[in-house]
């Protein structure tokens, strides 16, 4: 029987805080084929950005040593937190790089807290 490669759920942000900048640990997406990223936050005030961030290591390569650096990843819209409360589900159809990361980059405000969950699997086998 065959393995694949699962990741049933990774806090990548966890309750952070809306009124800072804050950056997730890097997760690797080798042997990975999709993800999807649960986004949640709650507040009064708050509005920001979040990004998520990719590169690519070749796996002889100590992270300081990136083949690529971190590159932001275009959605073709951007990722807006506002409002008391929302939601917002982040899916990936290819994992075309090693690592992956969430950013949250506040523009005003200061009430609140977000979460982002990875799940991530292997399609093939």
């Known amino acids: 029987m065959a393995r694949k490669n699962t990741i049933s759920s990774f806090r990548m942000l966890d309750s952070i805080s809306l009124a800072s900048t804050s950056t997730s640990p890097s997760t690797k997406t080798i042997n990975l084929d999709r993800a999807s990223v649960s986004v949640s936050w709650s507040g009064s005030d708050a509005v920001g950005e979040l990004k998520f961030q990719a590169r690519k290591i070749k796996e002889s390569t100590p992270d300081s040593l990136a083949d690529h ?57």
């Open 69 to 125: 650096p971190w590159t932001d990843l275009d959605f073709g819209a951007t990722i807006n937190i506002t409002g008391a409360s929302g939601s917002h589900e982040v899916i990936f159809d290819a994992l075309d790089f090693t690592d992956l990361r969430a950013v949250y980059e506040p523009t005003s405000g200061s009430t609140g807290t977000l979460t982002a969950v990875l799940s991530a699997k292997q399609i093939g086998g």
